[in-house]
């Protein structure tokens, strides 16, 4: 029974991603390229400028802007990357890494759209407490108000099963792998800790994201660094062979959009939308927190997040996955990944591979600690907290220790929701971000 409804529910996974979802996702990108004058190259050094002088706290809210730039980095950064990119290829050839940094480049505008939006729009509640975030833009198109439920449903589960199960299964499993320790062990220590991140608030989780995100960030690129500068001399040739793949006479000769580069396209872009939350409107929600009054200099420093999940660490990782060979293994998943890493560092690879997942899951465990928390204050009028707290402890113990194949399939028709309500929102704002890149880039020009 099981088995027959993991077939359905990867079926209408499979329908929801194909071609329209992916055109959708591609146009708005390109669309809003177009539309805000090219902002992901004309602000670039302007953003890494904001990032490098961040705006102060402000009072009453509960994150500042950095923090904010931190945890989107870290939701952002997680096991789909080390696990999704090497999936990516296995499905649609080394050509997934070509649409792979295509999609990092054309996404940079969605981020800033969907960060300028969570800060620029707010919304009152119930209780008379004023909020930011995605929440707060999807109330005002045009359906909105009943879309915004259905946002948020998708959210929790996403926040649940991918944020808090997933990585719980996949840090488990590296342990046990590593350690030959049983998984109940493992287990119980993550509910521990998960129980010690919720039950501090806001402030507690912060802090731990302040403290995980940049060794995380750092044990990847001197790992990853150091494993393509060994292989340097397959550059030149791994890059023809994504080119190939991506554009392949193989491929064009199968029709229009032959079934090789349907797969680099449709692989491509799905697997990096989960691991980098591309369109999600999870950085909407974390920038919203942080009562930001400069919705321009939040959403142009946001865009750097997308250039260093979707530029930096996913497409470097598919590099050296196909530089070093690993992607002709025959392996999937982060096992494919470890074989890359273990053409340099021999018995190591495996561990390196272990301590990245370890890091990059208990990131995102954190920043989706506060995602959901956010999530769940909105919908519930900020009631109930103690409750989340306990479905989020209950999710991580869930997630070490159950077969959760189901579930992940599961999660891309979450992914689908969240991705075609937060493009719609967006697409009814663009003419009011559309004005403010106008006016800021006609301050800017008297300066």
């Not at 509640?125 to 929440?135: A, F, N, Q």
């Not at 954190?366 to 989340?388: D, K, Q």
């Not at 220790?401 to 579930?407: E, Q, R």
């Amino acid at each position: 029974m099981l088995n027959q409804i993991d077939t359905v529910v990867q079926r209408i996974g499979d329908l929801l991603w194909g071609w329209p979802l992916i055109g959708f996702i591609a146009g708005t990108g390109i669309v809003f390229t177009l539309a805000l004058g090219f902002i992901q190259i004309r602000y670039f050094t302007t953003a890494w400028g904001y990032l490098l002088q961040p705006e102060p706290g402000h009072k009453g809210a509960e994150i500042s802007p950095l923090q904010a730039f931190m945890n989107t980095l870290s939701a952002s950064v997680g096991n789909g990357s080390l696990a999704g990119m090497a999936t990516a290829i296995y499905a649609g050839g080394p050509g997934a890494a070509f649409w792979v940094f295509l999609l990092g480049l054309i996404s940079m505008p969605i981020r800033f759209a969907e960060v300028f939006c969570g800060t620029s729009v707010t919304a009152r509640l119930s209780d008379g407490s004023v909020r930011g975030g995605t929440m707060a833009y999807i109330q005002q198109a045009p359906g909105g108000s009943f879309l915004v439920y259905i946002y948020m449903i998708c959210c929790l589960w996403l926040t649940f099963f991918s944020g808090c199960a997933m990585q719980c299964q996949t840090m488990t499993g590296g342990l046990v792998q590593v350690t030959g320790f049983p998984a109940y062990l493992f287990a119980f220590l993550l509910f521990a800790l998960v129980l010690y991140i919720v039950s501090g608030g806001s402030q507690r989780i912060m802090r731990l994201s302040d403290f995980i995100v940049p060794i995380k960030v750092i044990i990847f690129f001197i790992a990853t660094a150091i494993a393509i500068i060994f292989h340097a001399n397959s550059i030149v040739a791994t890059v023809q062979l994504i080119i190939t793949y991506a554009f392949g006479k193989q491929a064009i000769s199968a029709g229009l959009l032959g079934y090789t580069m349907q797969n680099a396209i449709r692989f491509g872009v799905s697997r990096v939308s989960n691991a980098t939350e591309t369109g999600l409107g999870t950085a909407g929600i974390l920038y919203g927190a942080t009562g930001s009054t400069h919705p321009m200099r939040s959403g142009l420093m946001s865009m750097i997040t997308t250039f260093t999940s979707n530029l930096l660490v996913c497409f470097s990782l598919m590099f050296l996955i196909v530089m070093s060979g690993a992607w002709q293994s025959g392996l999937n998943g982060i096992a494919m990944t470890v074989a890359a890493y273990t053409t340099v560092f021999g018995f190591w690879g495996a561990t390196i591979v272990t301590i990245m997942s370890l890091m990059f899951g208990l990131g995102v465990l954190v920043a989706y600690a506060f995602i959901g928390r956010e999530c769940w204050s909105f919908l519930t009028n900020g009631r109930y907290l103690t409750l989340y707290a306990i479905l989020y402890c209950a999710f991580a113990l869930f997630g070490s220790l159950a077969n959760v194949a189901l579930i992940w399939n599961s999660i891309d028709i979450a992914n689908a929701g969240l991705i075609l309500i937060n493009l719609y929102a967006l697409w009814m704002m663009l003419p009011k971000m559309r004005a403010a890149v106008a006016a800021y880039r006609t301050t800017a020009s008297r300066k």
